[in-house]
């Protein structure tokens, strides 16, 4: 199994992986917004390096710290500081002494701390596009970046995370990666080699990143993403809660287990109540981690803009949010966000008291949630919705397909628009959805999950990949390294802006002048003002 590069729009001290690399200088001298990372971890070994930061760096351009339960191991690289012209090869020293020792420690550390990965994960920032002094070169920096980073993923056997922040910084690592892999079928079967996939993965994969750039596509998100995470299944949760909380014998743990998951939940609310606690506060608690996903971040970098999602956790808000993105939150915070939203249709762990538990709840659902459902029916009928980490066996999903059958009247003309991402193929799911729902398996069924898991990350990689543009730095000129056979068109724009920015009337939000100038510098990057920490 060879190491794959992935590309996502992130943050990189909130992403679930083996180490991350933070930049610093030889005094081990590190900006606010590493600094508040950092503080509560590692406060007292920082001050013990910049005591001695000779001694403390001897010959190497990186430092491990301490490992933290459940969180990514922190890597510290001596990049330095300059005056805006940084180059990449400043860079790829740190780059390459980093991605060598901490995939060595990977491997011989044995499990990680929050997931069962099948290759060691790292995870690296694009270093020096902000402080770090590469700001007048970003587009020469992302290159080498993508360049050396996907080199070094096959040769140590190892799955690198580029995290970028923010939209120009993604749209460019995205831009990079595809001037050296390009578009073909052949050349992206060679990027993206699935292994053993039952179904044609980059056929499906083309289709929705069609829906996604003409803005049909809908997430649909379930409970198998944050696995990824650290998080348990549904099921050993529940087990848990019981043996540890509520105290059960083994006999009753067996007889739990027979029960549907609604019935187990009404059982150990019933029993938590008596021991002066209640199953929803336990379950919350439990849904805390400090770091969503790749899957998460993966779903947050593709140009959707409207998600449904039956998880209680945050981990999807936390990614779709990176950079200050708006996002309403579904059915409580309905503000205008220029249509990012986020339907919690079982609740969140904000609200604990609310989260849709018991058999109850959902018998419930359909009196006090029942606009919310209409509007996920609606979807169904208008939008392509993107199944992903969702159970085809759970009750609330085939009374949603059914309730859009019936509005449809079965009429065969009006076809349900939904592609389900599942991680092994089962052919008796695809003969029972096959007139609703497309299926696509990442792997066979005896595949281990983690590895299906994995073969589903790369899926969505290149799902964003294909779904990609240059427009969010196309204009910005500190990216033109990425941009040089189109710099007639670029300088034109350019022109264009100027003279826009010299108009009054681009003020005035009625006027062309003013639809075209926002449209350059918010949509095509002319505003300059994009921070890629």
Known sequence: MGGHLFVIEGDLTKIACDAILIPTDDEFRINNHWAKFLD????????????????????SQVKSLECVEKKPQVWLGK??????????????PTVREFVGKAADHAKSRGASPIYDWPLPRLAVN???????GGSQKKGHLVRGFVCTLSDLAKEHGVDIILVAFGAKSYAAAQRARRQRVGVSDESLRRAWSFEDAPVDLLAAAR??????????????????VSMGAGLQPWKDLLRDVAAKEAKFSDHALEQLAKRDPRDQATILERRLESLATTLKAVVASRLEAPCYALTHGLLASLPSREAVTTNFDELFE???????RSLAILPDSAVDTGGRWLLKLHGTVAESQRIILTRSDYLDMPRQYGALIGLVQGLLMMRHMMFVGYSLQDEDFHELIHEVRVAQGYREALKLRGTVLTLQEDELDRELW????????????????EAASRQLEMFLDLVGYLSATSA???????????????TALRDNLNQLVELL???????EDDTVAYKVRHFLREELGADGKASDK
């Open 207 to 224: 289709e929705l990143a069609h829906q996604a750039i003409n803005s049909h596509l809908v997430m649909f998100i379930g409970a198998g």
């Open 79 to 92: 990049v330095g500081l300059a005056d805006g012209q940084l180059d990449f090869t400043n860079l790829e």
């Open 434 to 449: 096959r007139q609703d729902l497309v299926i696509v398996p990442m792997a066979k069924p005896k595949v281990a999950l």
């Open 318 to 324: 936390t990614a779709w949010t990176t950079g200050n």
């Open 501 to 507: 920015d010299s108009d009054p009337r681009s003020r």
């Open 472 to 486: 969010a730095f196309f204009l910005d000129e500190t990216y033109d390294e990425l941009s040089k056979d189109e």
């Open 126 to 132: 694009i270093i020096g596009s902000d402080h770090g």
């Open 40 to 59: 509560g971890d590692h406060r007292s070994e920082l001050a013990k390096f910049r005591t001695d930061p000779s001694g403390s760096w001897g010959f």
